[in-house]
C-alpha cells in the first residue's frame, strides 16, 4: 500500500493509515525522517520532546477533498549555546510553517487566484475538489512574492481608471518581457517623470494613441 502511493506524496512523509469517509480521503501520516535540524542553528537531533496533530488540504484525489492528518513532532535542541530549546519540525517539502494546506496545494490555489480572481477562483476550486474562500484567495495573492524589477528597456505607458470618470491611475509595462511593472496612483506627468528617472536604462516609451487615431479617422469620415 505504501509503495502505490509514493508517488502520490512527498517523500518527507510515510502513510500510516487512509480513512475513507463520506465527503474526504483522510491520510493519516508521519514524517520518515529521524533527525532533523533546528531552525535556529542548523543542529541535527533525533530528541523527541512531545508530538501533536495537523491537519493539512491536498491536491484532491479523483475529484474528491483530500486531507492529510500530520502526525508532527516537537524536538529538543541539542546544541547548549541556541537560544532555542524546543522546536517544531519542518518540512520543506511539504508544507510551510503555520499553513494549513500542503504547498503544493497551495500552488495550484495561488495559481487559480491570479487567472480568475476571488469569487471566480472560489467556485472553480470547489468544483475541482480543492475548496478555498474567494477572500483566502485575494489574500494569497496579496502576499505572494513579487519578481523583483529588472531593469526595462521598452515600457508602454496607459492610463486606466480607479473608478471611471472619478479618478484616474498609470499602468507601466515591460514590452519586451510582458508584464506589469508598477501602477501610479494618478496620470500626472510629474509622477510619470518621477518613476522613469529611476531607471536611466529605458530607451524607448511607447504611449497608446488611440483616442487620437479614432479622433482622426472621425475627422477625414
Same mark, same amino acid.
Given at each position: 500500500m505504501q509503495d502505490f502511493f509514493r508517488p502520490l506524496i512527498s517523500s518527507e512523509l510515510s502513510i500510516v493509515q487512509i480513512l475513507p469517509r463520506a465527503d474526504r480521503v483522510v491520510l493519516v501520516a508521519r514524517p520518515t525522517a529521524k533527525e532533523t535540524c533546528c531552525p535556529c542553528c542548523g543542529f541535527r537531533t533525533a530528541r523527541v520532546h512531545s508530538h501533536y496533530q495537523r491537519r493539512l488540504a491536498d491536491l484532491p484525489w479523483h475529484g474528491r477533498v483530500v486531507e492529510v492528518q500530520l502526525?508532527?513532532?516537537r524536538l529538543r535542541c541539542v546544541n547548549p549555546g541556541c537560544s532555542r530549546q524546543i522546536f517544531t519540525e519542518r518540512?520543506?517539502?511539504t508544507v510551510l510553517p503555520k499553513a494549513r494546506r500542503t504547498t503544493r496545494l497551495y500552488e495550484h490555489h495561488l495559481a487559480i487566484?491570479?487567472?480568475? $480572481?476571488?469569487? &471566480? /477562483?472560489?467556485r472553480l476550486s470547489r468544483k475541482l475538489g480543492m475548496p478555498v474562500s474567494g477572500d483566502t484567495l485575494l489574500r494569497m495573492v496579496r502576499m505572494a512574492a513579487c519578481e523583483p524589477i529588472?531593469?526595462?528597456?521598452?515600457?508602454?505607458?496607459?492610463?486606466?481608471?480607479?473608478?471611471?470618470g472619478q479618478g484616474y491611475g498609470t499602468i507601466i509595462c515591460d514590452l519586451e518581457r510582458n508584464r506589469v511593472l508598477d501602477l501610479?496612483?494618478?496620470r500626472n506627468a510629474d509622477t510619470l517623470a518621477?518613476?522613469? $528617472?529611476?531607471? &536611466? /536604462?529605458?530607451?524607448?516609451?511607447?504611449?497608446?494613441?488611440?483616442?487620437?487615431?479614432?479622433?482622426?479617422?472621425?475627422?477625414r469620415a
Open positions: 502526525q508532527a513532532r518540512l520543506p517539502q487566484s491570479f487567472a480568475t $480572481g476571488g469569487e &471566480p /477562483g472560489s529588472s531593469a526595462p528597456r521598452v515600457v508602454g505607458v496607459d492610463d486606466w481608471a480607479w473608478r471611471k501610479l496612483p494618478d518621477s518613476w522613469l $528617472g529611476r531607471y &536611466p /536604462g529605458i530607451e524607448v516609451i511607447a504611449r497608446d494613441r488611440r483616442r487620437l487615431r479614432r479622433r482622426r479617422s472621425s475627422r
